[in-house]
């Protein structure tokens, strides 16, 4: 039973450009958060998906965007990026009923240069 | 939203000895209480859960405590060892509300 799966491991990019991470959640699960993590600090609520909507989100610019595809996988996309983008995103799912823990993935770690 | 505070930041004891990590809340309606413990490096994980409809639950040396009354639940770790050195966040969750608003975190040390 695969857990929840994250590409790549590791990005490097430039000011300006843009990025594209991928999630495939936990087999069973049908909802998908995305985290920020920066460096010492806790995750941040960016956004959430189910039914291939977004269904609530964080205090992120509309810089940042997401999709959720009929099989429940996710992609969070990011343009225009800032040095301040650099950090550890993290996917989690869950079942979508009340009070089902999420399980997070291993991240991608984005470096901006 | 929810806001939610840590106590301590950090947290250092000897192998052996307990750890103690108070975690307050906001939002009354939050009704589902997660622990997660974060390794260098790695990616958070679900150590201990609670919901509103119990005061405690145990896991081998691992506890939690809930007090809705006070809005605070605690993470209690016994017989400490050196595998237990982490960052561990707090996580409440309301009912209705989609995402976890995290701790700032508790990074604790075990020394052998």
């Known amino acids: 039973d695969a857990g929840v799966t994250q590409s790549p491991t590791h990005l490097i990019k430039t000011r300006g450009q843009q990025v594209t991470l991928r999630c495939s959640p936990k087999s069973g699960h049908d909802t998908v958060s995305w985290y920020q993590q920066a460096l010492g600090q806790g995750p941040q609520f960016i956004f959430q998906?189910?039914?291939?909507?977004?269904?609530q989100r964080g205090n992120f610019p509309d810089r940042f965007s997401g999709h959720q595809f009929p099989n429940y996988s996710s992609e969070l996309n990011v343009n225009a990026l800032l040095l301040g983008d650099s950090a550890l995103y993290l996917c989690?799912?869950?079942?979508?009923?009340?009070?089902?823990?999420?399980?997070f993935g291993d991240g991608t770690r984005l470096s901006i240069l | 939203g929810e806001n939610v505070e840590q106590h301590p930041s950090t947290l250092s004891v000897q192998e052996g000895d307990s750890a103690v990590i108070k975690c307050t809340y906001s939002d009354s309606a939050s009704n589902y209480f997660p622990w997660y413990k974060q390794e260098l490096g790695k990616r958070p994980q679900l150590i201990i859960d609670?919901?509103?409809?119990?005061g405690e639950k145990k896991d081998q040396r691992i506890a939690v405590t809930l007090n809705k009354t006070a809005k605070h639940f605690s993470l209690h770790i016994t017989e400490t060892q050196p595998e237990d050195s982490a960052v561990y966040f707090c996580?409440?969750?309301?009912?209705?509300?989609?995402?976890?608003?995290f701790g700032a975190g508790t990074t604790v040390t075990v020394r052998a």
């Open positions: 609670i919901r509103s409809n119990v």
């Open positions: 989690a799912s869950r079942k979508r009923q009340h009070n089902q823990p999420q399980h």
């Open positions: 996580a409440p969750y309301p009912t209705g509300d989609y995402k976890l608003s």
């Open positions: 998906y189910y039914e291939e909507e977004e269904r």
